[in-house]
């Protein structure tokens, strides 16, 4: 099972970037979907998450800024950007509970954003 996230990259203060992430492999299910960051010397934060019905949750660092949302036929989610800031930079991860024989929590391998002011 896999978790691969693409689109981040560099944007100006103000400026939109959207991020993608799809589920592949073997798997039953996909439940929750997540974004989480990191920040430069900052613990992992979750951004957002988002049920496999679509209900969304939202950190309240980028609540009105971002939205999630996933699209079940492709075992993918995404997370559109707007009106970033320069304290917004750092590493987004992606993150779904996924079954197999059990359910687990997985990881994506993280894709650097950067905002410059």
């Known amino acids: 099972v896999q978790l691969q996230a693409s689109g981040g990259g560099l944007v100006r203060r103000g400026g939109s970037l959207g991020l993608s992430c799809e589920a592949s492999?073997?798997?039953?299910?996909?439940?929750?979907m997540a974004w989480y960051r990191r920040r430069p010397g900052k613990q992992r934060e979750m951004v957002a998450t988002?049920?496999?019905?679509?209900?969304?949750n939202y950190g309240s660092a980028v609540k009105g800024r971002f939205a999630i949302s996933r699209d079940n036929a492709k075992n993918t989610v995404y997370l559109q950007m707007n009106n970033r800031e320069p304290n917004d930079t750092g590493v987004y991860y992606c993150?779904?509970?996924?079954?197999?024989?059990?359910?687990?929590?997985?990881w994506g391998q993280g894709t650097l954003v950067t905002v410059s002011s």
């Open positions: 993150n779904a509970d996924l079954r197999t024989a059990s359910w687990h929590h997985h």
């Open positions: 492999g073997s798997f039953i299910a996909i439940n929750r």
């Open positions: 988002i049920t496999h019905e679509g209900v969304t």
